[in-house]
């Protein structure tokens, strides 16, 4: 009897993840996905008031996995305790490894599994990829809904024959020169994988999906053990409009904290938002979002201070303390240079929108 193959989707709280979870029970309801959020205990409450409509939209439990289920206080608090009142930092991340990427691997033990992952067309990353052979990521976004660790492997000059063969048993009937001769030119410093990756997809994206599927046939992947997999004919590409569309029609909404908020500073009007999900201290976010939590969360604000001030010389952000930060005029500043850089960015149809894509800056592993 062939091992069962779990699928599993993580939910960060954050819009792609959502939309995800949305997407794949709409499109793929025959698969029996788990979904499971890791909860740090410092979300905002948006976060968790977005896990109750999914739940009630999935007509699913969200699995809410903790890193330290056993002790009195939150899972950041216990492992904060542990770490002498050290606190986390873009050098150190500590709650990555300890408060998200144990306990999905906890709850992953040595199953084979399928993790779906909301890394969108628009966007040049790969997200999370985990070490563990029995964990295989998929890109239901993405125009290449396979990680770089598997294209990588598939398009090595070594199995160019190999590939070149399956293309042929699985496509006899087919015009297949212009493939052939892709596949045929080897990687080199002036052919990239990438370059042969975009040539293939080009030239066919269903046929490419399941290539790689007929290949995986040969290797230990999770997808090995699977006769057959939806996902081979999916031709969509979304990007971030998409997804906030998808929030919407779907009824589940949009996370309250990335809705902009207008903003004055002399004279000048600005607009911010909080651009991911997570803890309302994490460390990657930019210094208007801080504002952004001084101003909407000063609860939440004064909190994050109260670690500070636990320990002398730690900060969360690596050159000024929240303390100074909210000094009436170092936020007047602030604003400012937000202002500006929101306008030089859109006068460039080259720039990024410095709010709105500064997630794929943070921490791939909170699954945003």
């Known amino acids: 009897m062939s091992k069962k193959v779990r699928h599993v989707l993580g939910i960060s709280g954050g819009k792609d993840s959502a939309a995800l979870a949305i997407y794949m029970h709409n499109n793929y309801p025959e698969l029996d996905i788990e979904y499971y959020t890791c909860d740090t205990g410092k979300e905002l409450n948006e976060t968790y008031e977005l896990i109750d409509r999914l739940e009630a939209y999935l007509g699913k439990t969200i699995i809410k996995l903790k890193a330290s289920p056993d002790s009195s206080i939150d899972p950041f608090d216990h492992h904060y305790n542990v770490f002498g009142n050290y606190l986390p930092s873009s050098n150190i991340r500590w709650c990555t490894k300890y408060l998200k990427l144990y306990p999905f691997e906890n709850f992953i033990g040595d199953d084979h599994v399928i993790s779906y992952v909301g890394i969108r067309g628009d966007e040049d990353r790969e997200g999370y990829i985990s070490k563990k052979p029995n964990i295989q990521s998929i890109f239901p976004f993405r125009k290449n809904i396979w990680s770089e660790d598997v294209i990588s492997k598939l398009l090595k000059n070594d199995n160019i024959k190999a590939v070149d063969e399956i293309y042929k048993f699985l496509f ?97 009007i600005g607009e911010y938002a909080r651009s991911r999900s997570g803890c309302y201290f994490c460390f990657f976010q930019q210094k208007i979002e801080w504002v952004w939590l001084y101003e909407q969360h000063p609860d939440l604000f004064e909190k994050a201070i109260e670690y500070e ?36 960015t859109a006068k460039s149809p080259y720039l990024l929108n410095i709010l709105d894509d500064a997630e794929a800056e943070g921490c791939a592993a909170c699954f945003i």
Do not use: C
């Open 172 to 268: 006899s009937t087919n015009d297949l020169s212009r493939i052939i001769e892709i596949i045929q030119q080897p990687i080199s410093s002036r052919f990239s994988v990438q370059q042969k990756l975009h040539f293939l997809l080009e030239n066919g994206i269903q046929e490419f999906n399941k290539v790689v599927f007929e290949f995986l046939k040969t290797t230990k992947y999770p997808l090995a053990l699977e006769q057959s997999f939806d996902l081979l004919d999916n031709e969509d590409v979304l990007i971030r409009e998409d997804i906030f569309n998808i929030l919407r029609t779907s009824g589940v909404g949009v996370p309250q904290y990335y809705e902009k908020i207008k903003f004055e500073v002399e004279g000048k």
């Open 309 to 344: 001030n636990e320990k002398e010389g730690f900060t969360w952000n690596q050159n000024e303390s929240l303390l100074q930060l909210s000094n009436p005029k170092r936020i007047g500043e602030i604003k400012k240079d937000f202002i500006n850089r929101s306008d030089k």
